[in-house]
């Protein structure tokens, strides 16, 4: 896989080993990979296969125990706790399979939580919380808590909660894994729209046919490695 | 978890265990050392045996005439009996027994009486002055005011009659003696004085006369009264001894009666013992519920932390409860599960509860000073029950949130929560209401018995008011988070957010308010308690030390003076009669006079308002004192006395001197005959006096029947005092004897003038015959304005009784001196009277009121000395044989610290460390519990981004308010409490409305400590708590959610 000049994710001979000795879990085994700004792509692989390591590893969740991981040129894994931290406020976003909402807030509160840590005025952030509520559909769900709104509802919060600090790289683990697939699609055709519109880079890792589909590309992740696009539609 | 809840349930145990040890064990041992400490006078039994003046007289029976000439069988009876109470322990045994009146020798003078008196304790009640004791049939020896007075010195001799001229007994006089002050002289028909002018009418007694051991009895004069006294050394005496002694005591009475009441005209028991140990069991009784008090707050904030953490390990363990349900589990049997296992932790508990308490008690009793035995007397066996109790009941609590697993949630379940809750609020506030009216009247329970009210009271409002505290804080939490939304940053809204929206914690927001209350509440108490005891310590001493008067009162005052450089006075403190109301019993008038010149550096006890200065103002005397100032300590006088138509009249003049504190006291100078010879008298003063009274009794004999006697005659007497000088100011004026009495002689003119040789004093009258045949002639000359009216400031009590008004006019009898008085003042007590209908005079104005009516009775009952006094003023006066004297902060600290009393502070000890500890028990278990639900949320907010340190800054922010606005908000409630309740719960020793009343007490410095204890500890708790769980909950916690 060659390196695209000016990549928004540059992953190169990443490993990452979780445990010692015989019950070592080699989770990565030298992966590359490159990621234009932009663009979508979708990971695709079974269970363990690696998927959600990559994407902690991209998303400074997690830090490879070899190779170098770059996001807009900054070498994730040779920041500090706190310089992770700021990139994730600042230019990564992340969506989760379990939504990740904080219950005490409402969802339009647990939207502007990314713009509260970037201390943004206060107008902007109502406005822009605003328009994202609005962009999920969700505005006459303003002031409900999670536990008060449906799953798609949920994941659609968190989407709008992951597009609030206007990121530079999308990272979506199984954004419509505890959905119906009706909501999934809508949950999908939301994430293919926003990184068009927002014009970011989006790493997803899905089992979701519609999602691959929806993708850019794919890329299939077997036993920690990366074997090469996936087949798509 | 459990180790937390193990912990609770040692602590509130112990707390209960500890109080009961205080109740049950600490008693015991205060009323041992109580007893041991009070004085022997107030330890003693004794019984006294009247017999009449004329045994003979056919109206007294066979069995009286018989003891009265030989009391030998009842005193060996009555002896018996008072001892037997008192089983193998020592006791001392005393004996009064003294005769009816007997003539002294005629000697062509007025009639005169005296008596025989036997004492067994004869140097603890006088001090040989010339001579020695007898020891031998017909030697006597008397006081040394009497033998003045008669003439008599060792080597005398005189004789007792039956009627004035016989001579049937005997006497040489070996001794004379000064009668030590004290209550033994109570006994003495002369109360010790040696003479007494008017002992019957106007026949003036002496005595005694203190002969030999047997010598009574052998002289065959009848008796008159016997005393027999017992005190017992209750040094060694065990509780059982106390107890069993007790009851003896209390049956001595009737068995007393039974036994010797036909035998005697009058029997008198007076059981101090009896008094002293009631009112110990009073003192106990009120110790005892507040110990109840902080027994019952301990096992409520107990019982309230074995609650929250019954709440917390069932949300812990939710998940796995549903889960056994859905297996198929029973609830049952999820209950008994439960049971068992809270069983278990109860009887893990009590081992260490019990050896806990033990402890705590062994320290706290041994830091109030009841050196407790490591063994409490009674056995362990109520501490053990005790502790077994509370463990398994709060094992029980530990099971009520398994009760309502699986009961359906939702907005109905919340609804009957909140109304459950609300009426659970009403009614507590309802009962703390009803509690709190009636502390306000005081209906409590004085005495012995542990009153209900005051246990229950204190637990009602605090438990009441912490419910009601946390009403308003979800209002502000809300508040708080509207604020919050328009904030740019997260961290506060987020500890906001946090605070109005988990409601989980309000059952530790309950418990920390309840425990800051309770010590903020305990400390505030305990220091208006003690401020009360205080407080009734100085009205009932009435200033800052107090001595009873030396029977030879002059110069007292100096010797106080130069031991204590403190403002002295000579103190009037006696039952009066007033209208109706006659002396003696529980609604006597007690009439209190003292000097109020400097009332402020005198009196001591607090007043509702203003000071006594102001109290006292107007009551002291206006004019001066003149009189004549004396040199040295003897006066010499020179009196010649004429008598117009050579009628033959004696003239026995006595001095009335005051010294330089004020006191006054009638010397007798001697007898001269008016026949115009110059005679030289003496008499003995004590340095720097003056004489501001010359009495005079006149005494003229002749043939009434004489048809050529005068109706009439003119005198006139010249005193000289050679040395001595006219005082400047006052004038002399002759006493005005009350208009109901005889007069059979009265004073025309009094001169006063200094002479080359010293001050002589004229005195011109004229004498009424034949009346001056039949009765002495009293005159008196003082050396200031008559006096008519005193003004008196009376007690709030007695106007209240009488109805009396300032202005008001009230007539008082010293005894047979009636004093005519106007009330200047009312005040709320008056100081050494707290409690009793009483009168407050100055004493010089009473004194003066008195002199003005020719009774020359000494009116200085005791010596006050207030002011800013040295540490050691009472030992030192103790030491110089001054006393016994009553210091106001030994009696304050008695009150407050002493034994029947210090398992009160033991409790409000033990109340404040609870409350502290279990606070801070909570504190951490809600914490832990809290943040460990939290790690996830953190999780995701580093995920988003947040800083490490900014969300330790949310957490401890939220924290800070959910733990610190309680300990603040229970820190007021406390102060709220102890404003509203702690002057009520206070009460005196006997359980009484305090007087003064008590007043609340701000130890500010110890309130704000124990506040700032509370928040730095549970700060202490949280802080690393909140640490560790955002150092916990990394991101990687984030990778482990399903699918992240």
Request: hydrophobic letters at 50%.
């Amino acid at each position: 896989m060659s390196a695209a000049p000016g990549a928004a994710v540059r992953v190169r001979d990443v490993h990452r080993t979780f445990g010692s000795g015989p019950s070592a879990v080699h989770a990565l085994r030298g992966v590359d990979l490159d990621v234009a700004p932009g663009e979508l792509v979708a990971l695709v692989g079974r269970s363990g296969s690696g998927k959600t390591t990559l994407l902690n590893v991209v998303g400074g969740l997690d830090r490879p125990d070899q190779g170098s991981v770059l996001v807009d040129g900054v070498d994730v894994a040779a920041l500090s706790d706190d310089e992770q931290a700021l990139l994730r406020r600042d230019r990564v976003a992340f969506v989760f399979q379990t939504f990740g909402l904080m219950p005490v807030l409402t969802a339009a509160e647990n939207i502007g939580v990314p713009m509260r840590l970037r201390e943004a005025p206060v107008a902007e952030r109502e406005r822009r919380v605003e328009m994202l509520l609005e962009l999920v559909g969700l505005a006459p769900h303003a002031l409900q808590r999670p536990d008060e709104l449906s799953g798609g509802q949920q994941q659609r919060v968190a989407i709008a909660r992951a597009l609030a600090g206007s990121p530079r790289l999308l990272v979506a683990d199984e954004p419509t894994g505890q959905l119906d697939s009706e909501t999934g699609l809508a949950v999908m055709a939301l994430i293919r729209g926003v990184v068009e519109a927002e014009g970011m880079t989006a790493l997803v890792a899905t089992h979701d046919p519609v999602m691959i589909a929806l993708a850019d590309r794919a890329v299939r992740v077997v036993d920690g490695r990366l074997v090469g696009a996936a087949e798509r539609g | 978890m459990l180790v937390a809840v193990l912990t609770v349930m040692v602590a509130g145990a112990s707390v209960v265990g500890t109080c009961v040890l205080l109740l049950t064990a600490s008693p015991q041992r205060a009323l041992q050392l109580a007893m041991v400490r009070t004085p022997v006078a107030d330890v003693e039994v004794g019984v006294a045996l009247g017999f009449p003046e004329e045994p003979d007289d056919p109206d007294v029976s066979e069995a009286v005439a018989a003891t009265a000439r030989d009391a030998s069988g009842a005193v060996a009876e009555a002896s018996a009996m008072l001892t037997a109470p008192f089983g193998d322990l020592p006791t001392t045994t005393t004996t009064w027994t003294s005769t009816v009146m007997r003539y002294l020798p005629a000697d062509g003078r007025p009639l005169r009486l005296a008596y025989l008196a036997e004492l067994d304790d004869r140097d603890a009640r006088g001090t040989l002055a010339t001579g020695r004791w007898p020891d031998a049939p017909g030697e006597a020896a008397l006081p040394t005011s009497a033998a003045r007075a008669l003439g008599l010195d060792v080597g005398s001799a005189t004789t007792l009659g039956e009627g004035p001229g016989d001579g049937v007994t005997a006497l040489t006089v070996v001794g004379t003696f000064v009668p030590r002050p004290g209550p033994a002289w109570d006994e003495d028909p002369l109360q010790g004085a040696g003479v007494s002018p008017n002992y019957r009418g106007y026949i003036t007694g002496y005595g005694p006369f203190v002969v030999a051991p047997g010598e009574v009895a052998a002289s065959g004069v009848p008796l008159r009264r016997v005393a027999l006294r017992v005190q017992p050394d209750l040094t060694p005496a065990t509780a059982a001894d106390l107890t069993r002694a007790g009851a003896g005591v209390d049956a001595l009475g009737k068995e007393l009666s039974s036994a010797l009441g036909d035998r005697t005209q009058n029997l008198v028991v007076d059981l101090p013992y009896a008094r002293t140990v009631h009112a110990a069991r009073d003192q106990r009784g009120v110790t005892g519920s507040g110990v109840l008090a902080v027994a019952l707050l301990g096992a409520a904030l107990a019982a309230t932390t074995v609650v929250l953490a019954a709440r917390l390990v069932a949300g812990r363990r939710a998940a796995e409860a549903a889960l056994l349900s859905a297996r198929g589990t029973s609830r049952a049997r999820l209950v008994g599960q439960a049971a068992v296992e809270s069983g278990a932790l109860a009887i893990l508990a009590m081992v260490p509860a019990t050896a806990l308490a033990l402890a705590l008690y062994q320290v706290l009793a041994g830091a109030v000073g009841l050196d407790p035995d490591v063994v409490p007397e009674g056995g362990l066996l109520p501490l053990v029950a005790s502790v077994a109790v509370v463990t398994v009941t709060l094992g029980g609590l530990l099971v009520l949130p398994w009760l309502r697993t699986g009961s359906t949630r939702g907005a109905r379940e919340d609804r009957v929560g909140v109304v459950a809750r609300s009426g659970a609020d009403l009614l507590l506030l309802a009962l703390a209401a009803l509690a709190y009216l009636q502390l306000r009247a005081h209906r409590v329970a004085g005495g012995a018995t542990v009153d209900p009210v005051l246990v229950v009271a204190p637990v009602l409002c605090l438990v009441a008011g912490a419910a009601l505290v946390l009403r308003p804080l979800p209002l502000l939490a809300r508040s708080a988070e509207a604020r919050a939304a328009s904030s740019r940053s997260l961290t506060w809204p987020l500890a906001a957010w946090g605070v109005a929206r988990r409601p989980q914690g309000a059952a530790a927001a309950f418990l920390v308010v309840l425990a800051s209350a309770c010590a903020t509440f305990g400390i505030g108490f305990a220091a208006t308690w003690s401020q009360s005891q205080r407080d009734q310590a100085a009205a009932t001493v009435g200033t800052d030390l107090s001595v009873p008067a030396q029977l030879g009162a002059l110069g007292t005052g100096a010797t106080l003076r130069a031991a204590t450089h403190g403002r002295v006075s000579p103190v009037t403190s006696r039952p009066v009669t007033l209208g109706s109301r006659a002396q003696g019993g529980d609604g006597a008038v007690q009439l209190v006079a003292v000097d109020t010149r400097d009332a402020d550096g005198l009196l001591r006890g607090r007043l509702p308002s203003g000071d006594w200065a102001d109290v006292t103002s107007g009551l002291a005397p206006a004019g001066p004192v003149g009189g004549i100032r004396l040199t040295g300590t003897s006066a010499a006088l020179v009196v010649t006395g004429h008598v117009a138509d050579d009628v033959p009249m004696t003239a026995t003049l006595s001095l009335v001197v005051q010294d330089g504190d004020g006191a006054r006291a009638a010397l007798p100078a001697g007898e001269v005959l008016l026949d115009g010879d110059p005679h030289d008298l003496a008499v003995a003063v004590p340095p720097d006096v003056r004489v501001v009274a010359v009495d005079t009794r006149l005494a003229a004999s002749g043939d009434a029947d004489d048809p050529d006697q005068p109706s009439e005659t003119a005198f006139d007497l010249d005193v000289t005092i050679p040395g001595a000088t006219l005082e400047p100011g006052g004038t002399w004026s002759p006493a005005r004897p009350p208009s109901s009495d005889y007069v059979v002689a009265a004073l025309d003119r009094i001169t006063a003038e200094d002479v080359p040789e010293g001050a002589r004093l004229t005195l011109d009258g004229t004498a009424f015959l034949p009346g001056l045949f039949w009765s002495e002639g009293t005159l008196t000359a003082i050396a200031f304005e008559p006096v008519d009216d005193v003004p008196v400031v009376v007690s709030a009590r007695l106007a209240d009784e009488l109805g009396l008004a300032v202005g008001d006019g009230v007539d008082l009898a010293l005894g047979p001196t009636p004093v005519s008085a106007t009330v200047a003042g009312i005040a709320a007590y008056i100081p050494s009277q707290p409690r009793a209908a009483a009168l407050l005079a100055d004493v010089d104005t009473l004194s003066r009121a008195t002199l003005s009516q020719g009774n020359l009775d000494p009116l200085t009952d005791a010596w006050w000395v207030g002011g800013t006094l040295p540490d050691d003023a009472a030992a030192t006066l103790d030491a110089a044989g001054v006393g016994p004297v009553t210091d106001r902060t030994a009696v304050a600290r008695e009150s407050a610290e002493g034994p029947l009393r210090a398992a009160q502070r033991a409790a409000a000890a033990l109340l404040v460390i609870a409350a502290i500890t279990l606070t801070f028990v909570g504190t951490a278990l809600h914490t832990t519990t809290a943040l460990e639900a939290r790690e996830v949320d953190v999780a995701r907010l580093r995920g988003l981004g947040a800083l490490r340190r900014s969300v330790l800054r949310s957490v401890l922010a939220e924290q800070a308010v959910l733990i610190g606005v309680p300990v603040l908000a229970g820190g007021l409630l406390g102060v709220l409490a102890c404003w509203a309740v702690a002057p009520l719960l206070t009460v005196s020793a006997e359980g009484l409305r305090p007087v003064p009343a008590a007043l609340v007490s701000w130890p500010w410095p110890a309130q704000v400590a124990t506040v700032l204890l509370l928040l730095l500890g549970c700060a202490a708790v949280v802080v690393p708590l909140a640490a560790r769980a955002v150092r916990r909950a990394t991101i990687a916690r984030l990778r482990m959610e399903p699918g992240a």
